[in-house]
């Protein structure tokens, strides 16, 4: 038994990613520079694959003003953690959620009067549950619609046991459409500048990047906090959080015509020194990589990867390494090779990317 429980915990994993705390802090105080606004830290989908309590961890003593997730079951996640700061669900709720999220405080965004009205009934004889309503400017996601904006927030702001503190809109191409997200800002701006309540905001990450506004007080950045930019001018100014590293389990010289991978798509065409390494698309390292020139980084240099991502292993070229041994550590993607370039050589998007690291990857905090 003894020896059982050595073995286990001196056996290294195979895939891990390294987490940089610091380079959180970094991120969100460029944030703060850059926007001057408070800020909702957006936390969805496990902290876009970092860990949901522990980053919100590290940011709770940020006096953020809100923590942004996707469900209760995230939600959760962070009243079980202790976590202070507000919670604030970004997408609409269902009805047998609510009683919960009444209970435990947690801020919805109302799309709809029956939501508002079930959370108004639901909280009779308690101090007033905050709510914020959305706005859709054209995202198409959720939220009223402008026509019915005033008469929302009127009928709203007469519920007797909710505090309308804010309403939020959404961005759906402010790092692709220009025209069309300044549109929506002086839609916003026009339609919420009177309103006088806590919170008016519209920004994510690409947007509090790119835009300016008078009328919004809070931004809500996800990607950027992570350490990647929406748009790539300003990635220098940003450091990478999460860093997905391997290490080599095998070296062999393999001899000219030989095949690499399922489906044998890479044939060898000269004697080539090639590295097995411990990682695949079983920890999210995107199959869609295979035949697009992607790179791994060993030894500080950059090695093609040779023939289709297999479930737990890949093969990488390593002929132009003087030296590449068996447990070499590798940089599958993070500062020197960005998850923004692995995603699109494998045609995703970087959010999709680090979302997609599966549990199975150990996440070490530094
Ligand atoms: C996910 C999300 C964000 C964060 O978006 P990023 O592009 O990652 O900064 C902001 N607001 C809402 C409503 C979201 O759903």
């Known amino acids: 038994m003894q020896t059982r429980l050595k073995t286990e915990t001196i056996s290294p994993p195979r895939t891990w990613a390294e987490i940089n705390l610091s380079a959180l802090k970094h991120n969100l105080s460029f944030v703060r520079q850059h926007s001057e606004q408070q800020v909702m830290a957006v936390l969805k989908a496990?902290?876009?694959?970092?860990?949901?309590?522990?980053?919100?961890?590290?940011?709770?003593?940020?006096?953020?003003?809100?923590?942004?997730?996707?469900?209760?079951?995230?939600?959760r996640k962070l009243k079980n953690a202790k976590i202070q700061t507000p919670i604030y669900l970004l997408g609409p709720t269902f009805p047998e959620e609510r009683q919960e999220i009444v209970e435990q405080r947690w801020v919805a965004s109302i799309s709809t009067l029956e939501e508002a009205q079930h959370f108004n009934s639901l909280n009779r004889g308690c101090e007033?549950?905050?709510?914020?309503?959305?706005?859709?400017?054209?995202?198409?996601?959720?939220?009223?619609?402008?026509?019915?904006?005033?008469?929302?927030?009127?009928?709203?702001?007469?519920?007797?046991?909710?505090?309308?503190?804010?309403?939020?809109?959404?961005?759906?191409?402010?790092?692709?459409?220009?025209?069309?997200?300044?549109?929506?800002?002086?839609?916003?701006?026009?339609?919420?500048?009177?309103?006088?309540?806590?919170?008016?905001?519209?920004?994510?990450?690409?947007?509090?990047?790119?835009?300016?506004?008078?009328?919004?007080?809070?931004?809500?950045?996800?990607?950027?906090l992570y350490g990647i930019s929406p748009i790539a001018r300003?990635?220098?100014?940003?450091?990478?959080?999460?860093?997905?590293?391997?290490?080599?389990?095998?070296?062999?010289?393999?001899?000219?015509?030989?095949?690499?991978?399922?489906?044998?798509e890479t044939i060898l065409k000269q004697d080539t020194r090639v590295a097995t390494i411990g990682a695949g698309y079983g920890d999210g390292l995107p199959r869609a990589l295979s035949g697009n020139n992607a790179e791994v980084l060993i030894r500080g240099k950059r090695c093609p990867l040779l023939g289709r991502v297999t479930m737990d292993q890949i093969m990488v070229d390593v002929s132009k390494l003087p030296v590449c041994e068996p447990g070499d550590e590798v940089e599958l993607f993070g500062k020197q090779i960005l998850v923004s370039e692995i995603a699109k050589k494998a045609r995703m998007i970087p959010w999709e990317v680090l979302t997609g690291i599966t549990p199975r990857v150990t996440r070490i905090y530094q």
Do not use: W
């Open 128 to 224: 007033k549950l905050v709510v914020h309503i959305t706005f859709d400017t054209g995202m198409g996601r959720g939220g009223f619609l402008p026509s019915a904006l005033h008469s929302a927030i009127d009928q709203i702001q007469a519920l007797p046991n909710l505090h309308l503190a804010g309403i939020g809109s959404h961005l759906p191409s402010a790092d692709e459409d220009r025209e069309f997200t300044l549109r929506q800002f002086s839609q916003f701006e026009s339609a919420v500048s009177n309103c006088k309540l806590e919170y008016l905001h519209l920004s994510n990450s690409a947007g509090l990047l790119d835009y300016q506004s008078k009328v919004t007080n809070l931004v809500r950045p996800g990607l950027m």
């Open 234 to 264: 300003y990635q220098e100014l940003l450091q990478p959080v999460m860093q997905l590293k391997s290490r080599v389990s095998l070296v062999r010289t393999l001899p000219a015509g030989h095949g690499i991978s399922y489906g044998r």
């Open 46 to 75: 496990g902290a876009y694959g970092h860990g949901i309590e522990q980053i919100a961890k590290a940011l709770d003593s940020e006096h953020l003003a809100y923590f942004g997730v996707a469900s209760v079951i995230e939600a």
